[in-house]
């Protein structure tokens, strides 16, 4: 009846394990609690869990974020520490453990904190920048959000009961064949990603509909903020993207569950179609994770720079091609694996060509910076900090594109620092500087500009100490993955590196603090203009935080950073008049489905099959329930949209 499930599922196999089940358990119960002594529970139904608003699923969707960065992180700071105590002895895990750490690491890393960090921004901001009330299918919307919940919350409770994979975060077959790994990890990390990876394929279709469709009356293709212009390329490469990275772990279960060998050499599979398929959407979704982050960096130079963003055109230009070589250079990851020496100059050309496109956005920051009059805000700090980093770790991708030179290091440290080196400065940099950014937009109040400058050199510093040392190790010969080190030589860089990632653990103990002292002094820190930064775009048109219809009267925009423009001829922006609105109601549909999708995945990890199809019916009713409402919509009266407006003060939309 339990399938696999019994009670050799809970992690008494190491007291390390077992205290990592008892912090994840404690934590979930110290939320319950804090909620049930404020009472927060009907607040938090009404607000949240049930909303379809884009506004509280992209707060969610960064919530979501930062928690699994806490847990990754901590995945970081034990593998550094074990590999610096295994040095002199055995270090505190064991082979297998340490395993599961990384795998774990990088799993939560990619899928977990990057993407939802930056669909939560994407989510937030898109409307707002493209004068719209909300995304194009707000019900899909909130549904996306909770399928990658529900593949967030199996990688969690991997923690409690069972074992993470020890495939690593690519799940190369055969290491996640059955055979290598016949427990329940690899399972775990098949269905968190196939799960999610639903619902950020469907949130690629509404921003993409929505840039489409929901554009304010005006604004053409070229009048759009560049950070829309890379969501919706970012978008267009989830589209083509994701669908491989779907068949890829489908076909993998289905290896595992009924022996179907696709990717068992033997057996007349092919172990190097994964790599094919996987790797479709492998590469690419650096580029899908870091081209929002370019374009928040350009909104950040801009506005912080008090000058148009440099080259407008040739930045969108950029950042289409960059999009169409990102889906041509997949194959420089098995450079190692034995493909004709043609094919692989061919990806090798590819990869050194898309570095073009990329340093030309990094002279376009730096020209806008040029002679403007440049703020020296923490949030123009990434911006600086992403610039000096992400040179270094373009200079050494180049070298992985050598073929000769990735022979040789490929499986070692080096290959380590530079994916860091990328993902990093060039992805979370960017969306830490939108968070700081957007966040008087969101909450109403400035966050604390002394933490936001000890955060950056928290990680500014922290990243140059772990991950330069890496670059050393791995010229001498590192090799990557590795639980025990061998080499007293290898100690001095080591223990710089473990520095190092204590001064990520400093900043990341920092945004903490920052989040607590910017609420506590949030009087202080309140924007009652709805313009804290004298910004561009839209989304500085309206109060902080937005009403939920966004707009009271919609925008007309015939020109690049039209609200901009309008302020510096000292004229109002064109609006259209007070009217009706119709809104989205919120419902419980997409959470129930979340939470069952959370359950299917579960039974499906322990072969629970009764669990299973039980819960494929219920969200098949749940959706059949869905579709037959018909009166999904409020609507908010021309007269109520302007009372509600005229009590933001100082704001005239």
Not at 80 to 86: A, D, E, K, L, T
Not at 426 to 453: R, S, T
Not at 530 to 542: F, V
Request: hydrophobic letters at 50%.
């Amino acid at each position: 009846m339990f399938g696999r499930l019994s009670m050799d599922a809970l992690p008494l196999y190491s007291p390390v394990a077992l205290s990592g089940a008892a912090v994840t358990v404690l934590g979930a119960l110290v939320a319950v609690a804090v909620l049930t002594y404020f009472k927060a529970w009907g607040w938090l139904w009404r607000n949240y869990l049930t909303t379809v608003d884009h506004k509280k699923i992209g707060i969610m969707y960064i919530v979501l974020a930062l928690i699994m960065l806490l847990r990754g992180f901590f995945d970081a700071i034990m593998m550094r520490s074990q590999q610096v105590m295994s040095v002199a002895g055995e270090g505190y895990l064991e082979g297998d453990h340490f395993q599961q750490i990384f795998s774990a690491h990088g799993t939560i890393m990619i899928f977990f904190m990057a993407m939802p960090f930056m669909s939560g921004l994407i989510n937030y901001l898109l409307p707002l920048q493209v004068g719209a009330r909300d995304v194009a299918y707000p019900y899909m919307n909130a549904l996306s959000f909770w399928l990658t919940a529900a593949g967030a919350g199996l990688v969690l409770i991997s923690l409690v009961v069972g074992k993470f994979s020890t495939a690593g975060w690519t799940g190369y077959p055969p290491y996640s064949g059955i055979l290598r790994s016949p427990g329940v990890g690899v399972d775990y990390w098949i269905w968190s990603i196939f799960i999610s990876g639903w619902g950020t394929t469907m949130s690629a279709i509404n921003f993409i509909v929505t840039i489409i469709r929901r554009r304010a009356p005006g604004m053409k293709l070229m009048h759009m903020p560049i950070f829309t212009w890379t969501v919706l390329c970012a978008s267009i490469i989830i589209l083509l993207c994701f669908p491989a990275l779907t068949v890829a772990t489908a076909l993998l279960g289905l290896d595992r569950i009924f022996e179907m060998h696709n990717f068992t050499n033997e057996a007349g599979g092919n172990i190097m179609n994964f790599a094919n398929i996987f790797w479709m959407w492998g590469h690419p979704e650096v580029y899908i994770l870091v081209l929002p982050a370019f374009g928040i960096f350009s909104e950040v130079s801009a506005t912080f720079s008090s000058k148009k963003l440099y080259g407008y055109k040739h930045m969108v230009s950029a950042t289409a091609v960059i999009t169409i070589f990102s889906m041509l250079v997949w194959l420089h990851h098995f450079f190692t694996m034995g493909s004709s020496a043609y094919v692989n100059a061919v990806f090798g050309i590819a990869t050194m060509i898309i570095g073009i496109p990329t340093g030309l956005k990094i002279f376009n920051w730096m020209f806008t910076m040029y002679r403007g009059k440049v703020r020296f805000h923490s949030t123009i700090y990434w911006l600086l900090g992403f610039i000096v980093l992400f040179v270094i770790g373009g200079a050494t991708g180049v070298m992985h594109a050598i073929v000769p030179v990735d022979y040789n290091l490929h499986n070692t440290t080096f290959l380590v620092a530079h994916f860091h080196n990328m993902i990093i400065p060039g992805v979370l940099f960017g969306y830490l500087a939108g968070y700081n950014y957007w966040f008087p937009k969101a909450f109403g109040f400035q966050l604390d500009e002394k933490w936001g400058k000890r955060i950056f050199w928290g990680w500014f510093l922290g990243f140059i100490c772990a991950f330069m040392p890496l670059y050393a190790l791995g010229l001498m010969g590192l090799p990557r993955r590795t639980a025990e080190i061998y080499d007293p030589s290898f100690m001095p860089l080591l223990v710089v590196a473990f520095i190092g990632a204590c001064l990520v653990l400093f900043a990341i103990i920092g945004m903490l603090i920052q989040l607590y002292v910017s609420i506590k002094n949030r009087d202080k820190l309140r924007d009652t203009t709805g313009d804290p930064w004298d910004g561009r775009t839209l989304e500085w048109t309206i109060p902080s935080p937005p009403p939920e219809f966004n707009f009271a009267r919609v925008p007309y925009i015939d020109e690049i950073d039209g609200y901009a423009e309008a302020k510096r001829k000292g004229e109002s922006l064109k609006l259209g008049p007070y009217e009706d609105i119709e809104m989205p109601k919120s419902t419980p549909i997409a959470f129930i489905i979340g939470v069952i999708s959370f359950v299917a995945g579960f039974a499906a990890v322990w072969q629970i099959w009764w669990l299973f199809f039980v819960s494929l019916v219920a969200i098949l009713a749940a959706t059949i329930v869905r579709s037959y409402n018909d009166h999904d919509e409020y609507e908010i009266t021309a007269e109520e949209v302007k009372e509600i407006m005229e009590s933001h003060q100082g704001v005239s939309s």
